[in-house]
Nanobody
Framework: QVQLVESGGGLVQPGGSLRLSCAASGSIWVINAMGWYRQAPGKERELVATSRGSTHYADSVKGRFTISRDNAKNTVYLQMNSLKPEDTAIYFC???????????????WGQGTQVTVSS
């Protein structure tokens, strides 16, 4: 079993900052890519940022969000600055993990954490 657990969401005013964390645990052999997605009400889930050696960001968050990883802790972070109301969404952690149980790479998701940007 592999689990991804997010933390760090909450309510913040426009222009504020939040830092999300996602820790992977369980039967992990190798973690390949890790990233963050988000889903706003009535919209499809969209990519925010990924980290696989290099990093990739959605145009809407470039210059404001930073993804980073602590490979020793199997953890990925998302530092979000200059937050806007349109950043309001449920943020999901995603990881491509080679499990010791299955011997194959599978895509795993966290349960999501709510980020609300409002005055």
């Amino acid at each position: 079993q592999v689990q991804l657990v997010e933390s760090g969401g909450g309510l913040v005013q426009p222009g504020g900052s939040l830092r999300l964390s996602c820790a992977a645990s369980g039967s992990i052999w190798v973690i390949n890519a890790m990233g963050w997605y988000r889903q706003a009400p009535g919209k499809e889930r969209e990519l925010v940022a990924t980290s696989r050696g290099s990093t990739h960001y959605a145009d809407s968050v470039k210059g404001r969000f930073t993804i980073s990883r602590d490979n020793a802790k199997n953890t990925v972070y998302l530092q979000m600055n200059s937050l806007k109301p349109e950043d309001t969404a449920i943020y999901f952690c995603n990881a491509m993990i080679l499990s010791t149980n299955t011997g194959t790479y599978n895509n795993y998701w966290g349960q999501g954490t709510q980020v609300t940007v409002s005055s």
